[in-house]
T-cell receptor, first 112, second 113 residues
Framework: KAGVTQTPRYLIKTRGQQVTLSCSPISGHRSVSWYQQTPGQGLQFLFEYFSETQRNKGNFPGRFSGRQFSNSRSEMNVSTLELGDSALYLC???????????FGSGTRLTVV | DQQVKQNSPSLSVQEGRISILNCDYTNSMFDYFLWYKKYPAEGPTFLIS?????DKNEDGRFTVFLNKSAKHLSLHIVPSQPGDSAVYFC????????????FGTGTRLTVIP
């Protein structure tokens, strides 16, 4: 079956702009989580959506937001981009949230 | 504040020998631990997990050991193979199965043929 699909794979944006990233989970998976990976910090949890509701949120500023649609697809939005937002953004899905989440290949965002 | 720490950024091991990757955590509420493997340009792949009610979990060549009193876990790979070369992340959760995982910064394992 198809894995977790993230689009686009690469993105270059200018400081101050906003960006939307997309994630299509594995069919049947209702939980979608987003993570930010940077070289010095490793993977950091952004938020989790389950059945269109945000269930958990990490320690990121309000510029980072997300949503989930009725088909479980999720989008993540970052407004007023800063240079420090340059990172690999990973999406993970699971059926209920019980361990072993499947990750997508990520979207590499570069802010210039 | 890094609640999950992998203090060795890299590790090199000869093919056929044992690889031991270590992970320490500070939050005593963590009750579920996972190891992920990551190749370049790919997302992390789930490897093995352990619940805090156990101290060992084995899956083929991979074994995870948990020492709750020391807040330490380790991943043993025996025997190591060149295809195991990747970055390994340890992760922890304060609710079994919850998706808000706390990750370490990773250890790059190189298995030398």
């Amino acid at each position: 079956k198809a894995g977790v699909t993230q689009t686009p794979r690469y993105l270059i944006k200018t400081r101050g702009q906003q960006v939307t990233l997309s994630c299509s989970p594995i069919s049947g998976h209702r939980s979608v989580s987003w993570y930010q990976q940077t070289p010095g910090q490793g993977l950091q949890f952004l938020f989790e959506y389950f059945s269109e509701t945000q269930r958990n949120k990490g320690n990121f500023p309000g510029r980072f937001s997300g949503r989930q649609f009725s088909n479980s697809r999720s989008e993540m939005n970052v407004s007023t981009l800063e240079l420090g937002d340059s990172a690999l953004y990973l999406c993970a899905s699971s059926a209920t949230g019980v361990g072993g989440y499947t990750f997508g290949s990520g979207t590499r965002l570069t802010v210039v | 504040d890094q609640q999950v720490k992998q203090n060795s950024p890299s590790l090199s091991v000869q093919e056929g020998r044992i690889s031991i990757l270590n992970c320490d955590y500070t939050n005593s509420m963590f009750d579920y631990f996972l190891w992920y493997k990551k190749y370049p340009a790919e997302g992390p792949t789930f490897l093995i997990s352990i619940s805090s009610i156990k101290d060992k979990n084995e899956d083929g060549r991979f074994t995870v050991f948990l020492n709750k009193s020391a807040k330490h876990l380790s991943l043993h790979i025996v025997p190591s193979q060149p295809g195991d070369s990747a970055v390994y992340f340890c992760a922890a959760s304060a609710q079994t199965g919850a998706n808000n995982l706390f990750f370490g910064t990773g250890t790059r394992l190189t298995v030398i043929p």
